[in-house]
């Protein structure tokens, strides 16, 4: 399909696409996905073509091809557009023919179950932090949280987590500085949460609690790659309240469950 998509752009010029104008359009069609993954909600193609930076009659195109690919799908009579039923078959072939994220899914199922809080599988998008997936808590204090929306990493547990292997430098470098303001205006110091990642990394775990929202307290174990890379975190969401004890036994269990997923020691 992508052939087929840069080809249409490139005769908008009346000649087949050079190197350079292919790749603008593969940019552009990812540029797009990733407009609409943000947005979170059907967009009309001109506010798409605004938000991308892209010619009006190009952007048509690449929707017109996306649609006709069943990647994107009409939303209502008046020109949205949105995610269509081929982004889920994908989305399904990944989780059903991933042997190592079916035992991820596995296991927050059944963390949810015997816990009853919430469970979440964490990672990063660019400089980013994103709930990848998520069991919300069936309990009377419901904590939930919106998959794949991107988080400022110092507000999170899994973030501390995820840099572990940056230094102070690479980190100041990493994280944009408005990310440390958390929601209500509070101010995060930098060299506190140089602090925080440097103990995570050591002690092989995260908490924090009161940051994103001053109800949670969050706790994340990492899922270590086969190399020992820590690319996702699992993640328990409790209330704030939750006593000691409590805590205690939900970690030792949640660092448990994140070994046995785990692809290499740490």
Known sequence: MSDGTNDAIGKEAGAEPRNGERRRGIDRVIMLLEALLRHRAPMRVGDIAKMIGAPRSTTYEI????????????????????????????GWAYSHHNAHYRRIIETLDKLAAETGETVQLCGLRGNKYVVLDCRDSPGPFRISSDVGVEVPIPWTASGRLLLGHMNEQELRDFIPSGDYRLPDGRIIAPAEFFADVALAHRQGFSETTAL???????MAAPIRDGHGA?????????PVDTPEPRRD?????????????????G
């Not at 009579?77 to 949105?82: A, D, T």
């Not at 036994?249 to 020691?265: D, I, K, P, Q, T």
Request: glycine share 10%; hydrophobic share 50%.
């Open 230 to 238: 820590i690319k996702r975190t699992l993640c328990l969401v409790l």
């Open 63 to 90: 929707v017109n091809s996306l649609l006709d690919a069943e990647m994107l799908e009409n939303v209502g009579g008046e020109g949205y557009v949105y995610f269509g039923r081929a982004m889920h078959l994908f």
């Open 212 to 218: 994103a929202d001053r109800f949670t307290w969050c």
């Open 249 to 265: 036994e939900l970690l030792a269990l949640l660092r448990e469950r994140a070994r046995g997923l785990s692809l290499a020691g």
